[in-house]
């Protein structure tokens, strides 16, 4: 079993920077990947960033490459957001995934306006 907490999330202008946490508890040792997930009002969720534990080889989708950076330790998986626009505007939520199942964090709101 796994337990994420996530923070960071807020209200930012346009063009702005946050950074999201994501603090694992529990079987962290058996975690083989972290990442972020994202959904919008009347949206589909959509992989934001996704980071291995062996190597940190990290994925991003187009839609923020170049903008966000995922980065890891042993025990939490953050996500530097910069240069943020309107449409980034979703919650946010982190994921960990093991073995035999994927871990969930509670989400956190990021609103993105002016």
């Given at each position: 079993q796994v337990q994420l907490v996530e923070s960071g999330g807020g209200l930012v202008q346009p063009g702005g920077s946050l950074r999201?946490?994501?603090?694992?508890?529990?079987?962290i040792r058996s975690i083989n990947a972290m990442g972020w997930y994202r959904?919008?009002?009347?949206?589909?969720?959509?992989?934001?960033a996704r980071m291995i534990s062996d190597g940190g080889s990290a994925s991003y989708a187009?839609?923020?490459?170049?903008?966000?950076?995922?980065?890891?330790?042993s025990a939490a998986v953050y996500l530097q957001m910069n240069s943020l626009?309107?449409?980034?505007?979703?919650?946010?939520?982190?994921?960990?995934?093991?073995?035999?199942?994927?871990?969930?964090?509670?989400?956190?709101?990021?609103?993105?306006?002016?």
């Open positions: 999201l946490s994501c603090t694992a508890s529990g079987s959904q919008a009002p009347g949206k589909e969720r959509e992989s934001v187009d839609s923020v490459k170049g903008r966000f950076t995922i980065s890891r330790d626009k309107v449409e980034d505007t979703a919650v946010y939520s982190c994921y960990a995934d093991q073995r035999f199942g994927r871990y969930w964090g509670q989400g956190t709101q990021v609103t993105v306006s002016s």
